[in-house]
């Protein structure tokens, strides 16, 4: 279950030389006006810069977003791997949003990056994961539920919450699949 952190321009252009992808793993200290910032590596996960991040720009301190541009959508590929992907997301108290696609939709392939962009929003309190449908076993594409592409479904308890069927515009599956998340945060 490895995620792939795209860093925002604004982190990148502190180091050209890190990586746009992921950043190194180190620490880097700062002189003793700014704070420290430290890259953390999770080995098969990620890695992640960590902390506060400033630039100095004019004379003047401030604040640069440090938060990911889109986060790969994890893979699940078969039945015993949606199951861990569940009960690792049951013990943590998280929420799951599957993308059942097809590599041969259109549509599930223009809205994938849309929801990487989505997925960096609400991460890391909500993982996201895809699940080709004609790579894993029919069992678990009719357990689901999924009849058309793309369906996005949240998950939480092992248990199905809310779906979206996106067979319309991008931005406005984008949207759906943003209420469903927020919704669910409420209650």
């Not at 894993?136 to 092992?158: E, F, H, N």
Request: one cysteine or more; hydrophobic letters at 40%.
């Amino acid at each position: 279950m490895s995620e792939i952190v795209n860093l925002s321009p604004s982190l990148r252009s502190l180091n050209p030389k890190i990586s746009p992808l992921v950043p190194p793993p180190r620490q880097l200290v700062s002189s003793s006006s700014l704070p420290r910032i430290k890259f953390l590596s999770f080995p098969g996960k990620i890695r992640l810069a960590t902390g506060r991040i400033r630039a100095i720009d004019a004379g003047k301190l401030q604040e640069i977003d440090d938060s990911p541009v889109s986060v790969e959508l994890g893979p699940i590929s078969s039945e015993r791997h949606f199951d861990e992907v569940m009960e690792e997301a049951q013990k943590v108290g998280e929420s799951v949003v599957i993308v059942w696609m097809a590599a041969w939709c259109r549509k599930c392939i223009y809205l994938r990056p849309k929801l990487e962009k989505l997925a960096a929003e609400f991460y890391p309190r909500v993982r996201f994961y895809h699940v080709d449908v004609n790579a894993v076993p029919y069992k678990l594409v009719s357990r689901a539920g999924v009849t058309k592409m793309p369906t996005i479904q949240l998950w939480r308890d092992s248990q199905k919450q809310a779906e979206v069927i996106g067979g319309h515009k991008a931005h406005f599956v984008v949207n759906e699949v943003r209420e469903m998340i927020e919704n669910d945060s409420i209650t």
